[in-house]
């Protein structure tokens, strides 16, 4: 259907596994969304629960809802562009099996973009449920302005990002995204926002809420290892991240890249130095050294 019609049609893919215990809630949160015309593309990915099962009711309640499971596990990024590349809607979110959304999330963010076609995606504001009764800990931050500008305030906060990657999404926008088809590197999730960025803005409505489980990636307490960041690799984990950021703005300014390259030299250093509390020790002795020049000379006369 043409996006400009009072209702296009709307694609959630749904990447699952082993998600019986909140299944049913995120499914509940979908399926009552107060916009009906809705396509909910579900690819298990060779749960050893009850995932199937659940979704199989679900199935059979509304026509809606599109399961397909994969024979073996292909890991969870491959599972991400699976559903994205069953889309037929104009427009497209994914959603985890654990997330739950406010019954108007998708009608509020779709007005939006309807309205405006300057912006590439849409969300509402996000907490992770554990915090629900936290107010200050909502995120409600957009990504607008020059893509410069937009590139800087997401590098602010790159960690609480998730509720952006868990926008609505104009499709055709998202699947020339050549990075979803890639394998899992840190930072992945990441990349495809900046790729989107580097089309428009991103939007942030004040109504609706999404709320995230607490079993995501994110919430680990060891998020190298479950990553498969082992090592020496734990010096430098954003080293395929960094070589992508590159080709993302090949075409900018010679003032922009630079302004870039300094964002993406702070969050390595940063991201280091949170890491390994021995190279952190080593850093701010030579920081002391650096910024104290005069007193160096003195001692060594």
């Not at 893919?13 to 995120?26: E, L, S, Y």
């Not at 979110?93 to 406010?102: I, N, Y």
Request: aromatic share 12%; proline share 3%; glycine share 4%.
């Amino acid at each position: 259907m043409n996006p400009k019609t009072s209702h296009p049609l709307v694609t959630v893919g749904m990447p699952i596994f082993n998600a019986d215990k909140t299944i049913r809630q995120a499914l509940d949160s979908l399926v009552n969304q107060t916009y009906k015309n809705m396509q909910i593309v579900i690819s298990d990915n060779c749960s050893t629960d009850s995932t199937v099962n659940i979704c199989r009711e679900y199935l059979e309640k509304d026509h809606r809802i599109v399961l397909h499971r994969q024979t073996e596990n292909i890991g969870a990024v491959k599972n991400f562009e699976f559903v994205l590349n069953h889309a037929a809607g104009d427009f497209f979110m994914w959603a985890a099996g654990d997330d739950t959304r406010t019954l108007d999330f998708v009608e509020v963010n779709l007005m939006f973009l309807l309205k405006d076609p300057t912006y590439v995606a849409s969300t509402s504001p996000n907490i992770h449920e554990d915090q629900e009764n936290i107010i200050e800990n909502i995120v409600n931050y957009a990504l607008e302005g020059s893509r410069l500008q937009r590139f800087k305030t997401f590098f602010q906060l790159p960690g609480a990002s998730h509720g952006i990657f868990y926008s609505l999404i104009r499709t055709e926008v998202i699947k020339s995204c050549p990075y979803v088809k890639s394998e899992t590197f840190w930072g992945w999730d990441w990349i495809v926002i900046l790729y989107l960025l580097t089309h428009g803005p991103i939007h942030r409505v004040d109504k609706g809420l999404t709320i995230f489980g607490v079993e995501g990636v994110s919430r680990t307490s060891d998020v190298y290892k479950m990553m498969g960041i082992t090592g020496i690799r734990r010096l430098a984990p954003f080293m395929q991240f960094n070589r992508i950021i590159t080709k993302l703005i090949v075409d900018w300014s010679i003032r922009e890249k630079y302004f870039v390259l300094f964002l993406v030299i702070s969050l390595n250093l940063k991201t280091l130095l949170k890491s390994n509390k021995y190279i952190a020790i080593l850093f701010f002795y030579l920081k002391k050294v650096i910024l104290s020049p005069r007193k160096l000379i003195n001692t060594t006369r």
